[in-house]
């Protein structure tokens, strides 16, 4: 490469701040993630904890798994003693906390479920900042983690 071939080169890195937040977010884990597998036709909830050690709130905006068509995140509600669920665009993960997304609260409702009992799945987070975490899942029946 000549001089004005890696001055070019540099000025396109420099260009690119954006792309640094790509990448894992900065003190975001997941612990403990889990799939509760009833049958090929019906929606799988996804469970997990997200420990946030860093000093910036973080915004979950989305998952996806090539082991479901869709992966949504949704929240359960109880109206009038029926459980009911609800799709939100994001769930937020405070500084120096945590986001259970777990049975009665927040969760990922994975559709087309194609995996099976004892074996695990590959699944991606995404955030709003544009940060991605990459974890898998182990994979129960309905009566979930022994
Ligand atoms: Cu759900």
Redesign the pocket.
Known sequence: MNKAGLALWLGALAALPGLALAGTPPGITAQNAWVRYLLPDL?A?VYLTLPNKGDTPAMLTGATSPACSML?L?Q?MDSSGTST?MNVSAIPIPAHGALALAEGSY?L?CMDPKMRVGGQIPLTLEFKDGATLPLTAQVYGPSGPP
């Open positions: 929606p909830g949504m949704h359960s669920m969760h409702m």
